[in-house]
Nanobody, 123 residues
Framework: QVQLVESGGGLVQTGGSLRLSCAAS????????MGWFRQAPGKEREFLAA????????LYADSVKGRFSISRDKANNTFYLQMNSLKPEDTALYCC????????????????WGQGTQVTVSS
């Protein structure tokens, strides 16, 4: 059974940085794509970034390109979302997800989800 567990959320001031982690377990992820999404209160879940476990190809939403960076540590089965220059509008519940196919932005294409970690950016 695939399990994804996020960590690293918290309270940060505008302009600050956070690095979110997602620990993946349960199987080999060599053919997987791992992604990050967020959901703010009253809004739909939003795609942020995705990475191919093998090869490391990445895909970003335009809204975070240049500020957020996705990476993975294959030895530790963990992938990350580095978030810089944070703004109050980045406040949301951040979730990691996994899918067995290629890079994708649609949440319905992801088969496995973590519970999420809260990020709050104060002004």
């Amino acid at each position: 059974q695939v399990q994804l567990v996020e960590s690293g959320g918290g309270l940060v001031q505008t302009g600050g940085s956070l690095r979110l982690s997602c620990a993946a377990s349960g199987r080999s992820f060599s053919s997987y794509t791992m992604g990050w999404f967020r959901q703010a209160p009253g809004k739909e879940r939003e795609f942020l970034a995705a990475i191919r476990w093998t090869g490391g190809s990445t895909l970003y939403a335009d809204s975070v390109k240049g500020r957020f960076s996705i990476s993975r540590d294959k030895a530790n089965n963990t992938f990350y979302l580095q978030m810089n220059s944070l703004k109050p509008e980045d406040t949301a519940l951040y979730c990691c997800a996994a899918r067995t196919l290629g890079l994708a932005t649609l949440q319905r294409g992801y088969n496995y989800w973590g519970q999420g970690t809260q990020v709050t950016v104060s002004s």
